[in-house]
């Protein structure tokens, strides 16, 4: 079987390695840029996702670029704890939560595909422009130094993104990304270590918060590398586009969060350090009716893009291209093993994005500021220890990654799932 994958950002390439895994030989992908770098700022690989690169025996080469957060807390515009919960092996999974940087990750990802499937196995500088299918074939257009590429395959995944170009071909009418009224900036920074120097911060509500985790352990003189992302809510004015290549300077940034000097974190000190500050519109895309057309299927932001509340973007495309992998290996055809990826994950992202436009489990933020706008003495005269605990879990199971189901399901590594099925 010939499966072809447009995209090498995570999704695309766990979707490669898991497919090598199940047993495909034939498999290619295809990045429209010319080079591939590091790019970007951290991110949090949850849980169930890193249930899914320990199957693919990735996890001490992920841990080695990688943080383990021992707590997520969550904080009002005043620094005042509102909730807070541990994380990872800490909360009860068997695997870790590790807070990574993005580009680390994807070089990461892309030397396992070239060392498993090939060194040809990422071609470059192939922009996809049409994917048409039809008797048991799909048929791919890719642009490659002005010129067509066309690609036949038995199977083909857009992973590309966000803005993929696989999605807008298909619905033309859907246009830009919904944008929510908010403008995220995303920076790095080498600051001291607050807390214990290794918890998750978030502060603020839905009008304005600032998120901080740190990437590194504390050195020998107390500081730490942290990703953050300050964002606020605008008049209404868009920047252009919906990437992460707009740098801004700090100054104004700085300005708008010069007030949050907490005794235990200097945010606007944090974002002045900045090596570099990123904007982005918080966008998402609305679902859709079906990912799969004939023997095409979407797979990542390209099928589901969402806010990044609760910090799962990452951890859902691991997913699904688990999911995608073990279907293909284990339905009875191609055709009902994309039926059934579909199945599986489209109403469980749709639900997802949902709660993430419900602000996820920072809902607590809001609440807190609806409920106290001038801070508090007592969070449990704000907020009912029960009314806590349940937005936490509900969006865990909603997300998947509760421990208790986590830890007892099924492997999506389909020879360890057909060895687990006959004991």
């Known amino acids: 079987m010939k499966i072809a994958i447009a995209g090498a950002g995570i999704g695309g390439l766990v979707a490669a390695l898991s497919l090598k895994q199940a047993g495909f030989d034939d498999i290619q992908?295809?990045?429209?840029?010319?080079?591939?770098?590091?790019?970007?700022?951290?991110?949090?690989?949850?849980?169930?996702?890193?249930?899914?690169?320990?199957?693919?025996?990735?996890a001490d080469a992920v841990s080695a670029?990688?943080?383990?957060?021992?707590?997520?807390?969550?904080?009002?515009?005043?620094?005042?704890?509102?909730?807070?919960?541990?994380?990872?092996?800490?909360?009860?999974?068997?695997?870790?939560?590790?807070?990574?940087h993005r580009g680390r990750l994807q070089m990461l990802l892309v030397d396992a595909v070239r060392e498993r499937l090939g060194a040809d196995a990422i071609r470059l500088g192939h922009s996809v422009r049409s994917v048409t299918t039809a008797g048991g074939t799909a048929h791919a257009v890719f642009h490659?130094?002005?010129?067509?590429?066309?690609?036949?395959?038995?199977?083909?995944?857009?992973a590309d993104g966000i803005n993929s170009a696989v999605r807008r071909r298909r619905h033309p009418e859907e246009g830009e990304p919904v944008w929510n009224g908010l403008i995220l900036w995303r920076g790095t920074a080498r600051v001291p270590a607050f807390l214990d120097g290794r918890t998750m911060i978030m502060a603020g509500d839905d009008e304005q918060k600032f998120v901080a985790y740190p990437l590194s352990a504390p050195d020998a003189d107390g500081l730490i590398t942290v990703n953050f992302i300050a964002e606020i809510?605008?008049?209404?004015?868009?920047?252009?586009?919906?990437?992460?290549?707009?740098?801004?300077?700090?100054?104004?940034?700085?300005?708008?969060?010069?007030?949050?000097?907490?005794?235990?974190?200097?945010?606007?000190?944090?974002?002045?350090?900045?090596?570099?500050?990123?904007?982005?519109?918080?966008?998402?895309?609305?679902?859709?009716?079906?990912?799969?057309?004939?023997?095409?299927?979407?797979?990542?932001d390209a099928a589901h893009a969402m806010y990044p509340n609760g910090s799962n973007g990452a951890s859902q495309a691991i997913i699904d291209a688990r999911t995608l992998a073990y279907e293909l290996?284990?339905?009875?055809?191609?055709?009902?093993?994309?039926?059934?990826?579909?199945?599986?994950?489209?109403?469980?992202?749709?639900?997802?994005?949902?709660l993430t436009r419900q602000q996820g489990p920072e809902r607590v933020m809001v609440l807190a500021r609806e409920r106290a706008p001038q801070g508090f003495e007592r969070i449990e005269d704000v907020l009912s220890p029960a009314e806590l605990t349940e937005i936490a879990t509900g969006y865990k199971r909603a997300a998947g990654f509760d421990p208790a189901t986590l830890n007892t399901r099924p492997s999506l590594s389909p020879a360890v799932a057909r060895t687990d099925a006959r004991l």
Request: charged residues 25%.
């Open 144 to 158: 490659h130094d002005g010129s067509p590429v066309e690609v036949d395959a038995d199977v083909f995944v857009a």
């Open 329 to 354: 290996a284990t339905a009875g055809d191609v055709d009902a093993a994309l039926a059934a990826y579909d199945e599986r994950r489209r109403p469980a992202t749709a639900a997802l994005l949902e």
């Open 65 to 100: 670029i990688g943080t383990a957060p021992a707590e997520l807390s969550y904080h009002n515009r005043f620094g005042q704890r509102i909730w807070s919960e541990p994380r990872g092996v800490a909360a009860g999974y068997s695997w870790p939560q590790l807070s990574v």
């Open 233 to 300: 809510r605008t008049d209404g004015t868009r920047p252009a586009g919906a990437d992460w290549n707009r740098p801004v300077a700090a100054a104004p940034i700085v300005e708008l969060f010069r007030d949050w000097t907490f005794d235990w974190l200097d945010v606007p000190g944090v974002i002045a350090s900045a090596d570099e500050i990123l904007e982005y519109p918080m966008v998402d895309r609305n679902p859709l009716d079906r990912w799969t057309e004939g023997r095409s299927t979407l797979l990542g």
């Open 29 to 58: 992908v295809y990045e429209r840029v010319a080079e591939l770098r590091p790019l970007g700022v951290g991110i949090n690989l949850l849980p169930h996702a890193m249930r899914e690169l320990t199957e693919l025996g990735l």
